[in-house]
């Protein structure tokens, strides 16, 4: 029963210092350092996502490979101390030189740091006159209707001996001393005639002259109060007086 004891105790101290050990070996590994950058800094700047800048040398000059750039575009943390800096130049710590800005340069020492690229930016030209102008509309954007032309009318042919007259061109010759007549489809002459009428010239007034007669000489109408159908002679006696068609 005692063997069994003492051999339980002595597994329970040699995993109690076994887990001592690892731990402590962790710890040195996590405190340690390469190239001069913390190993637990090493592994924050890979959680995070940033470069590392490593110092290697007796004298700090920089190795032109030693920086892990795992995102360029964000600022750089400083391998010493761990500050964020998105510009920072300085001093060398053995060459008196001046940092160059650019991380892991080979120049004669210092420490560099990582210069996060500027972002693109479109700029808009400021425009003449302070400011975009609205073109106002101008006039009466609705279309107008165009006006259909007016027809030109046609003049009436000349009323010519031998051609064709209108009503309105006889119309005109309605006086005993030029007195025009119409009768059917036909216009007729009858100034010659008016004097040698044997009931006498006063039948040719303003109703007979530059009128229709077909009705007086059928006897359907009358003139100065009397009502006369004509003879044939009459009608062979105005065919002679014909002077031109009637349109």
Known sequence: M???LNTRFFTTVGFVLALV?????????????????PNWQILLNKWK?????YRTGPTGSESSDATTSLDTTDPTIDGSNGDTSPDQSTPNNGGGGTDTNTPGSGGSGGRGSATPKPSSSTTTPPSSGGGASTPKP??????????????TPTPAPACSAGGSC???QVATHNTQGNCWVIYGSKVYNVTGYVGQHPPGPSYFNSSVCGKDVSSFLGGSSSVNGNRHRHSNSAYSILNSYWYANLI
């Open 138 to 151: 101008t006039g009466n954007s609705t279309p107008q209707p165009t006006p259909a032309p007016t027809p």
């Open 166 to 168: 209108t009503a309105a």
């Open 21 to 37: 050990i690892a731990l402590l070996v962790i710890a040195i590994g996590l405190l340690g350092s390469t190239r001069g950058v």
């Open 2 to 4: 005692k063997i069994k």
């Open 49 to 53: 996502g940033v470069a590392t800048t």
